[in-house]
């Protein structure tokens, strides 16, 4: 069965950084784009960053400067280095995967993600 385990989230304050990580587990065939998301409460999840096999990589335009993702393909592991966070950075991240077969998870239900909070 295939996971992806997000962490690194918690408590920051404005201003701070916090880095996430998303491993994926079981068998995949093909890594191809890997990608984070966030949901904030009353929102709709939004796509934050992706990357591609060949590290392209793309942002959200309220992120870009402040997020980095890159992502270690030996260890399936993807990371999101958020610097400058601001109180509207608070939601649940989480990571998604494209393999050969498709986008790892689908439909509503991504599980538990990583909490962010970035407050005073």
């Known amino acids: 069965q295939v996971q992806l385990m997000e962490s690194g989230g918690g408590l920051v304050q404005p201003g701070g950084s916090l880095r996430l990580s998303c491993a994926a587990s079981g068998s995949i065939f093909g890594i191809n784009y890997m990608a984070w998301y966030r949901q904030a409460p009353g929102k709709e999840r939004e796509l934050v960053a992706g990357?591609?096999?060949?590290?392209?990589?793309n942002y959200a335009g309220s992120v870009k400067g402040r997020f980095t993702i890159s992502r270690d393909n030996a260890k399936r592991t993807v990371y999101l280095q958020m610097n400058s966070l601001k109180p509207e950075d608070t939601a649940v991240y989480y990571c998604?995967?494209?393999?050969?077969?498709?986008?790892?998870?689908?439909?509503?239900?991504w599980g538990q993600g990583t909490q962010v909070t970035v407050s005073s």
């Open positions: 998604n995967v494209v393999s050969n077969t498709g986008w790892i998870r689908r439909g509503d239900d």
């Open positions: 990357i591609t096999n060949a590290d392209h990589t």
